[in-house]
């Protein structure tokens, strides 16, 4: 079975400091993609960054990278230089190469910028 | 860019009404979704397809169906409103197996059953 956990169920980070939000997953699937997601109050997902289980280098999208280390099966997402913006659920999700395309969640981890 | 839109971003209905939720992708996507979004439960696939006419039950599909004519278009189905279908629903399309194809997800339709 396949599951994602995030164990912060809320983080706090000032104006402009990095912050490192974790995902830990469990899967006997090889081949496998992670990604993350924010979601702000107006309800939307929003697809951040991707981490493929055989790239051999960290993911990064602007602001966000992915540290993954496969051994300890993490992928947490580091956001630099943290905005206002910032603000908002953010979710770790794991998808399976074979089968269902479907994503598995984590429940998420409420992150709020203070200025 | 990828544009997933749903037909309501609320919605109230009663207990026992059959209640349609449609989500339309303009990205020619297979595959499409249905979760639904709890507090601390994250989210949880309902029903998928990847097909025209075709579905897949995901993990938690008792109390709903779905209904896929059109490859962009799929709806979701509260065949008889219960107050525990109280959730935001979340639609999202991506293309065939990909493992790198990301799903884009639609705005989201807030429902509560009363």
């Known amino acids: 079975a396949q599951k994602i956990t995030q164990t912060q169920p809320g983080m706090f980070v000032q104006e402009k400091e990095a912050v490192t939000l974790d995902c830990t997953y469990d899967t006997s699937d090889p081949s496998y993609g992670l990604f993350w997601y924010k979601q702000p109050s107006s309800g939307e997902m929003i697809f951040l960054i991707y981490q493929g289980s055989y790239d051999q280098q960290n993911a990064t999208e602007g602001r966000y990278s992915l540290n993954f280390q496969k051994a300890r099966k993490s992928a947490n997402l580091v956001i630099s230089a943290s905005q206002l913006g910032d603000s908002a659920m953010y979710f770790c999700?794991?998808?399976?190469?074979?089968?269902?395309?479907?994503?598995?969640f984590g429940t998420g981890t409420r992150l709020t910028v203070i200025p | 860019d990828v544009k997933v839109t749903q037909s309501s971003r609320y919605l109230v209905k009663r207990t026992g009404e059959k209640v349609f939720l449609e989500c339309v992708q303009d990205m020619d996507h297979e595959n499409m979704f249905w979760y639904r979004q709890d507090p601390g439960l994250g989210l949880r696939l309902i029903y998928f397809?990847?097909?025209?006419?075709?579905?897949e039950k995901g993990d938690i599909p008792e109390g709903y169906s779905v209904s896929r004519e059109k490859k962009e278009r799929f709806s979701l189905i509260l065949e008889s409103a219960s107050t525990n279908q109280t959730s935001m629903y979340l639609c999202?399309?991506?293309?065939?197996?990909?493992?790198?194809?990301?799903?884009?997800f639609g705005p989201g339709t807030r429902l509560t059953v009363l």
């Open positions: 999700a794991m998808r399976r190469t074979a089968g269902a395309n479907n994503l598995f």
């Open positions: 999202a399309s991506s293309s065939t197996g990909i493992v790198t194809d990301t799903q884009y």
């Open positions: 397809s990847y097909d025209v006419k075709m579905k």
